[in-house]
């Protein structure tokens, strides 16, 4: 179940897998490894979304996965500030910044730029910017803490608080990642496994479209690796966004997987 009233974390993992038991030691050559957390390697997190959290937005979402807490408002559509130039299709500003006390190293919040790009690419893709002309949309979202998976969830969270905002969109968006670790592809990363990552692979999409809108990798991948990697996480973003679609019905709402 996921609601405004703060229902209990629902998952969204894709086909379940075997539980790996035998060894606790990452290698390069284990293959039976197991997660810090317990997780399979092709489970997620828990995840926990809730709308309304800031009342002065016109929408706004909170998302909680794991230890990663990320906060979205948007405000608008209001005047743009170049109004003077006439579009015809409306703007999308994004904004993805870390508080002090995000990571572990206290005392280095900042904006993050290449984020804020990506969180824009995610997301221009899905809105009808044509339904509100000559105006803008600003999207600020504010990692509380980061425990892995930032980006993807800093995206999934701003699609909620559009949403929540009224803003026309074609779907939403949902964003998972998978991290390379040596011989095993794992989803929803941890920071830990982050740091040991021989490579990364994040999708976003349009589950009800089936349409990505942003692919990125990082590291050496094999073809048939990049079509697993993107096969997990077309599966477990179809399953968030059931998740988030329940979340936006209300907290009487239940999720049935």
Not at 40 to 61: D, I, L, M, W
Not at 163 to 169: K, R
Not at 203 to 210: D, E, G
Request: charged share 20%; aromatic share 8%; proline share 5%.
């Amino acid at each position: 179940m996921a609601g405004k009233g703060g229902a209990a974390p629902s998952t969204y993992s894709p086909s379940p897998t075997t539980q790996k038991t035998k060894s606790l030691i990452f290698g390069n050559d284990d293959v039976d490894w197991v997660r810090s957390d317990g997780r399979e390697f092709h489970q997620c997190r828990p995840a926990f979304f809730k709308t309304g959290a800031v009342n002065a937005a016109a929408g706004s979402a909170y998302a909680e996965f794991g230890n990663t807490k990320v906060i979205v408002s948007v405000f608008g559509p209001r005047e743009s500030k170049k109004a003077m130039m006439y579009s015809d299709i409306g703007r999308l500003n994004c904004n993805v910044s870390y508080t002090t006390f995000a990571t572990p190293v206290r005392g280095q919040g900042s904006d993050h730029k290449e984020f804020s790009s990506m969180l824009h690419k995610a997301l221009e893709g899905a809105i009808m910017l044509e339904t509100f002309p000559k105006t803008t949309v600003d999207v600020f979202a504010l990692v509380l803490e980061s425990g892995g998976s930032d980006l993807p969830v800093v995206i999934s969270c701003a699609s909620l608080a559009l949403a929540d905002a009224g803003i026309m969109m074609y779907d939403l968006v949902t964003s998972v990642s998978v991290s390379g670790l040596g011989k095993n592809l794992v989803i929803d990363p941890i920071l830990e496994e982050e740091s040991y990552q021989d490579g990364s692979l994040m999708l976003t999409c349009m589950p009800s479209r089936y349409e990505v809108t942003q692919l990125t990798i990082t590291g050496e991948w094999s073809t048939p690796k990049i079509n697993e990697g993107m096969q997990i996480c077309l599966d477990a973003c179809s399953k968030l966004a059931v998740v988030m679609r329940s979340c936006l019905k209300g907290p009487d709402s239940t999720l049935e997987e």
